[in-house]
Structures are given as C-alpha cells and as structure tokens.
C-alpha cells in the first residue's frame, strides 16, 4: 500500500481545480500536512529533496466531492411509513451505524458532506480526530421543525417524537425557535436548518403548506447570524415559501421547485445557492412515491384530512411536477443563481449512501448541466454551501489537501466519477485514506 510523507509533490499530474474548466496538463502539487502549499506546471517546478516526489503521469487530480444535503440518520427503513421503524430503533445503533454512511460516502470519493442530523455533530468530532477514515462532516444538527409539520411522525407521541427523532426538533413560535438555535449552537453546529414547507412525507405535511411565520423564519435566520459565519438553510418547496426564506435571510434554499424569474433574480443578486436535489424531485412519481397502479398499499389510512382523503394524484399531474422540477432548475441557470450538489440521502435501503450522491451528479447533466459544470456544483459551489470554501473545493495553494486523483478525465463523461473504480486514491487533509476502494489506515 502506498505511503504519503508528511512533505510530498505530485508530478505531471492533470488537475481540474473546480472552477468549471478542462484539466491542466502537466501539472505539479505540493503538500505540506494538511494543505496544498504549491500548484503550478511542471516547467516551473523546483525540486525540494525535503519532499517525497510522485510521478502520476497520465493521472488525473481534482477537489474531493461534495454533498451539501444528506442526513446521516443510521436508520433503515423503506420510507413507506415515514420515520415510524426508524425512531424504533435505539439512538446508540443509529449512531453507529452513521459511522458505515459516512464511510461508504468517502470510497465513493465524497470528501466532505453537510448532514442535518443530530449524529453529524458527532461524526465531526471523531472525524476530525484522524482516527477513524471519514469525510468531513458540516454539521446543521437537527433541523428545526412546527409540531405537527415535516419530521413530526403522527403515529407516535409528541413525547416520543422530541426524544426519539434524528433529524429534527419540534419548535414553535419566535422564543422556542431563538432557543433551539441556540441548544443546536451548543451542540457544535456549523449551521441551522428549517423546513418552511411541507415535504408531502406524511397526511398532515403536504408540500402545499407553510409550515412558518415570517417572524419565525426571520428569528431563526436572525438568531444563527448572530454568531458570524453561521449559515441557514431552508427547506422551501413552494414559491411562497422560497420568498419567504429569501426575505428572512436564509443562505441555501434546498429543493426549490418553484422558482419564478423575480425569485431566481433575487437569489443570483443576493448569492443564495440553491441545493435543488434533483434526482429525489425528478423522479418522486416513478421512484419514490409512485402513483397509479404502482402506489404503496399504505397499511393505515390517511384519514387525517377528510376534505382531501380522495384527491389522488394523477399521470398527468405526476408529469407536471417533474416537468415543474426541471423548467425551476433550468430558469435558476440561466438567472446565474449558483447551484450546489445536494443528494439528500435519508436512510437504506430507501436512499444509499454514496450511490445517491453520484446519482444526483448524473441528475444535474441529464437536466442540463455540462459534466464540467456538474463538478463545479460538486466542489466549488457545494464547499461555498458548506461555508467553506476558504478551506476546500479547490485545488490551490492554501486549500486542505482533500483530493481524488483519478485513472480517467472525470470532465469527459459523467460515468467516469459514477464508476468508483476510477478512483485510485482518496486524499483527506494531505492523508492517503482510500487506496482503490480500501481504507488506507
């Protein structure tokens, strides 16, 4: 197995640095510990006899990839019936079963993820001890939730749900809102999530619905920036609900299927990213939740609304949703609002870790997207999501040393990052971590 000094250049190597262009040829990349310390072409490379020197010729070296929307939540559920047989499990087997999510992301060359769970403010922890192999983890901790909205599981207590549930907390009103930013805060979060709308998960969640006051909304963003560098991001599925989180101050707005030319204008002027999560929207009335014949025969009915117990989606409507889908993400690209990869991976055997974020990766190009352009969204712009792009994202000088270096040119075929196998070494913080496909340490 190969062995990385503590000082080591990478020669003649092709890097695709994430900002969207073709490789360099020819290049060389020093790294010193953790970071990359100089990148330039080889006729200007200067041996050091301090470093240890690697010829890649005829590799390729570009950023490690980004997820800007998963949640490490170490259930295992089908999604038929909400989170009721995940919450069943103890939080002790859910946590450690995080630790095989965020590991078979990282051979699947996902260097670094923004998990909205209460496990990521742990996984950070251990990850970052370079212990154990793992990416790294930008931890929102729990999002916030209304009671009775997403995440509030109805088959259980309310009690149950506010102790038991991985992904988010109950909170309602300006006061509770301020408070659980603040208890996520404590936890060691990075930045705070909210669902503004429904998700269309459970009867009493239709995605048709606003689950937050504009004060609320406001209070959480307010709350979050008060402690610089924290970012919030939004669930928004309706155009109401995107305006609303763009008028409250959110950063990223996950989903956001109904953009409108006023709103996407808004977004690019103001810089807020869109995380749209294709491949979960485009095919939620094939895959996810099928209609017609194909429907899930659910074992309870939803008999919670009794006024739409028999309002059933059709084909057609089915085809306008994703058609809805795709016109919203085509109109955020030509508006130039930025767009990150964000596969929103939730728990096997429904979502898996790592298949799901290549996936989405393959999503963002069959909906329009050049395959350079996808790995900007995968590196660059997800590493700006995440609110560390001073760090990651890129290959230059003073960025972390998390790398692939790749048998074949990923900027020519979406399938030669799909392909795991194509991966001959994973770099996290200038540590050789996976040496085609196992652990290196």
């Not at 101050?249 to 996407?264: C, K, R």
């Not at 792009?389 to 000088?397: F, L």
Request: net charge negative.
């Amino acid at each position: 197995m190969m062995e990385l000094k503590e000082y080591y250049a990478l020669l003649n190597v092709n890097v695709v640095d994430g900002y969207g262009g073709y490789p360099d040829a020819n290049q060389y990349v020093k790294i010193r510990g953790n970071n990359i310390v100089e990148k330039g072409p080889m006729a200007e490379y200067h041996r050091d006899l301090e470093a240890q020197e690697l010829d890649l010729k005829g590799l390729f070296l570009m950023p490690g990839l980004i997820d800007a929307h998963v949640h490490l939540a170490g259930g295992r559920g089908s999604g038929d019936y909400g989170d009721t047989e995940i919450m069943m499990e103890p939080k002790m087997v859910r946590a450690m079963r995080s630790v095989y999510e965020s590991q078979k992301m990282l051979k699947r060359g996902i260097t670094s993820a923004r998990d909205i769970s209460w496990n990521g403010l742990y996984l950070k922890r251990i990850f970052g001890e370079g212990i154990l192999p793992g990416p790294r983890i930008v931890a929102c901790g729990p999002g916030l939730a209304r009671t009775g909205g997403h995440c509030d599981s109805y088959q259980l207590t309310e009690e149950y749900v506010k102790e038991q549930h991985f992904w988010a907390v109950l909170s309602d009103g300006n006061d509770e809102c301020r408070k659980w930013v603040r208890r996520i805060l404590r936890e060691g979060a990075d930045q705070i999530k909210f669902w503004a709308s429904g998700g269309g998960n459970w009867p009493t969640d239709r995605i048709t619905d606003t689950h937050y006051t504009p004060d609320e909304m406001k209070t959480i963003c307010n709350e979050a920036h008060m402690i610089k560098g924290t970012m919030v991001c939004s669930h928004a599925e309706t155009r109401e609900t995107i305006r609303m989180s763009v008028e409250a101050g959110a950063d990223t707005i996950e989903h956001g299927e109904e953009l409108d030319e006023e709103l996407a204008e808004k977004m690019a002027e103001r810089g807020i990213i869109l995380v749209p999560t294709l491949a979960l929207l485009v095919n939620w009335y094939t895959a996810v939740a099928p209609i017609g014949e194909d429907a899930v025969k659910l074992i309870r009915p939803d008999a919670f609304l009794y006024r739409t117990i028999d309002d059933k989606t059709t084909a057609e409507e089915g085809k306008a949703y994703t058609q809805q889908v795709k016109d919203s993400f085509r109109l955020a690209r030509e508006k130039g609002v930025k767009i990150a990869l964000g596969s929103d991976t939730v728990y096997e055997p429904a979502t898996e870790y790592g298949e799901s974020s290549l996936l989405e990766f393959k999503e963002l190009i069959r909906c329009g997207m050049s395959v350079r352009e996808a790995i900007k969204a995968a590196t660059l712009t997800a590493a700006e999501a995440l609110g560390m792009s001073h760090r990651i994202g890129t290959v230059e000088a003073g960025k972390a040393a998390d790398l692939l270096i790749m048998k074949k040119d990923p900027t020519t075929d979406a399938d030669v990052l799909y392909r795991h196998e194509n991966i001959l070494w994973t770099i996290m913080n200038g540590r050789l971590t996976v040496d085609e496909g196992r652990f290196a340490f």
